[in-house]
């Protein structure tokens, strides 16, 4: 845990920060989210899509129905992360892809 400076009302609540997974530690909770009716190469693309994050790896497990896991549905190819670009001039000018990471939220 690391101590915050006390600025807003959330300021004195203890915060934690986690490291980013392996990708062994991602096919785990991957496992852990879809279950044993997914198959490997669907856990591989979930844990890869991740980048180490638990919670986007959640996040992107939840998009997947139930015909995904089964194998009677396609998954487009690539496989995206969950969240959606936002409008907004790009600060990374070396791509054309908007992504949250690089654009300011809508307004």
């Given amino acids: 845990m690391s101590a915050e400076p006390p600025v807003g009302p959330l300021a004195s609540l203890p915060r934690i920060t986690l490291d980013r997974l392996t990708f062994a530690e991602s096919m785990l909770l991957a496992t852990e989210l879809l279950g044993p009716q997914a198959d490997e190469a669907l856990r591989r693309m979930l844990a890869f ?5 638990p919670s986007e790896l ?6 997947l129905t139930s015909r995904h896991l089964g194998n009677t549905a396609p998954v487009a190819l690539p ?8 409008p907004g001039p790009h600060r990374n000018r070396t791509t054309s892809i908007c ?3 690089c654009c300011p939220a809508p307004t």
Avoid: E, T
């Fill in 58 to 63: 959640a996040r992107n497990a939840r998009l």
């Fill in 49 to 53: 899509s991740s980048s180490g994050s």
């Fill in 79 to 86: 496989f995206r992360a969950s969240r959606a670009p936002r």
């Fill in 99 to 101: 992504c949250w990471r």
